[in-house]
């Protein structure tokens, strides 16, 4: 696939999973783990990334062919689960946030950015 959309798949994750891993640090720490118990395990779960890398790097020679296939796939995926999850979560605290513009001034802004490193 294209280099700028790695560079942007890698943005967007790292977007998401730094503030996804404080959250799960807290979650750990609620449960009633040390910091140094809930640090260890959070590193262990947000390690395994490395192992999905490694195979699909090692698979990929072979099914280089079907790659538009499983792109596809990940972005159906990601957009099912902003459609059925996020979106109505988003509206269902609406109360908690304030005004949907807020959210969708905060869509928007990502997908002008992503955009812009997609065009540069």
Do not use: C
């Amino acid at each position: 696939m294209d280099p700028a959309l790695g560079v942007t798949t890698a943005l967007a994750l790292a977007m998401h999973e730094v503030p996804q891993e404080i959250v799960e640090f807290g979650v750990l720490l609620r449960a009633g783990y040390t910091k140094k118990r809930a640090v260890l395990l959070n590193l262990i779960s947000a390690s395994i990334i490395l192992l999905g890398t490694l195979l699909v790097m090692t698979l990929s020679a072979g099914f280089a062919e079907y790659t538009w296939i499983l792109v596809g796939l990940a972005a159906g995926n990601i957009l099912f689960l902003a459609a059925s999850y996020l979106l109505p979560r988003i509206h269902g605290n609406l109360s908690h946030y304030g005004n949907i513009w807020y959210s969708v001034t905060a869509i928007t802004f990502g997908f002008l950015i992503m955009t812009m490193i997609l065009v540069s």
